[in-house]
C-alpha cells in the first residue's frame, strides 16, 4: 500500500469495527435471504403457474 | 481501517449503526400490525396463494411499511429530537446519519415494491407503492405539520395493508377488503388522539398540530366520542354484508360496544384529571379493539372454510 493511500485511511475504534461487522453481516443475510427467496419463488410459479 | 474521502474536518464522521439501529428505523410495532392485518386481508380472499409466496408477499409488505417507516423518521428527527416518546430514536439519538435513514428507506422501498410486484402482482406492487408515498410524502411531509386533521388523512397509510393483502392473492380489490381498511381507517384518529391527550405536551413542544393543542382538549374529547360511533357499527359490516357469521358479528359488536364505552369515559373525563387514566384505557383499549376485530375475523373465515360455511 503506497503512503498516499494510507495517508487516506483512518483507524476505526472498536465500536466503529464492531457496528460495521454489524452491517455487513445482516447485508450479506439480506442478500443471501433474496436469493434463496427468488430461487424457491421461481420454481414454484413453473411448477404452479400460482399467483 | 477504513479508506474515506478528504476533508477539511479534523474529526471524520464514521457510522457506529448497528443492523439493530437500521431495525428500528423500521418501526416493528407498526410493522407487526401491519404483518397481522395484511395477513388477515390475503387469508380472507377467495383465492389462496401458495403457502411460500404468500410469506414473502407478507415479507415485502413488511418491509414496504419499515421502508415508510425509516423514511418517516429521516425526515422527523427534527421534531423526533423534542419528544420523549421518540427522542430515543436512532436519529435523533445521532445512532444513524440522516442521509444513511434516507438511502436505507428509498432502497428498501424500491425493494419491496419490486419483490411484491415480480412474485405476487403489480396491482399489489403499486398499492404497495402509493401507500409508502401517502405515508412518507403527504402524510409525513406535508399534513403532520400543517393540519391537526394530519391523523385522519394520514390513517390511510395505516389502512391499506388488509386490501394489499387481498390484491396481492387475487389481483383485484373487493368490498370485504375495503371494509377492513375502512375499520383501520376509522380506528386511527381516536386511537392517535387519545394518545395525543396524556402527550399533547410533547406535540407542543414539536410544533405538530394534534388535535388537543389545536382544538382543545374538550373538542379532541367530543371527535374522539364521535368516532367511536362511527368505528362501532362499521366494525360489523362484514357480518352485515353477509361477509361473516353471527360468531363474528357477536363478537364485534362487543368489541364496539367497549370502544364507545371508553370513548365515554374520555368524554365525561374530568378537565382538571391531569392523569388521564381514561385517555390511557382508551389508547390501551383501542390496540385491543384492532387486534380483536381482525382476529374474530380471521377466525371466522379459518372455521367457515374448515367446515363449509359463509356468512352464517
Known sequence: MSAVMEQDRVPLTEAQKKARRSRSLAIGFGLAALVVIFYIATIIKFVHHTM | ?????????????????????????????????????????????????????????????????????????????????????????????????????????????????????????????????????????????????????NIVIGGAAGAFPPIIGWAAATGAVSIESVILFLIIFLWTPPHFWALALFKSGDYERAGVPMMPNVAGEASTRRQIFVYSLLIAPVGVLPWALGYASLGYGLVSVVLGAGFVWYAWKVLVMPAEDRTMKAAKALFGYSLLYLFGIFAAFLADVLIGRAFGLAGI
Open chain 2, 1 to 149: 481501517m477504513a479508506l474515506v474521502e478528504p476533508t477539511h474536518n479534523e474529526e471524520v464522521q464514521l457510522s457506529e449503526a448497528t443492523a439493530g439501529d437500521y431495525l428500528e428505523l423500521l418501526k416493528p410495532r407498526v410493522m407487526s400490525l401491519v404483518v397481522f392485518t395484511a395477513f388477515v386481508g390475503m387469508v380472507a380472499a377467495p383465492i389462496l396463494p401458495h403457502p411460500f409466496l404468500a410469506v414473502v408477499a407478507i415479507l415485502a409488505i413488511a418491509a414496504g411499511a419499515g421502508a415508510s417507516g425509516a423514511l418517516n423518521m429521516w425526515y422527523d428527527a427534527d421534531i423526533d429530537a423534542v419528544m420523549s416518546r421518540t427522542a430515543s430514536r436512532p436519529i435523533p439519538a445521532g445512532r444513524v446519519k440522516p442521509g444513511e435513514a434516507l438511502s436505507f428507506g428509498l432502497v428498501l422501498s424500491a425493494l419491496s415494491v419490486m419483490t411484491l410486484g415480480v412474485l405476487a402482482n403489480w396491482l399489489a406492487a403499486s398499492l404497495l407503492a402509493f401507500t409508502i408515498f401517502f405515508y412518507a410524502v403527504v402524510y409525513t411531509m406535508w399534513l403532520k405539520r400543517s393540519t391537526p386533521q
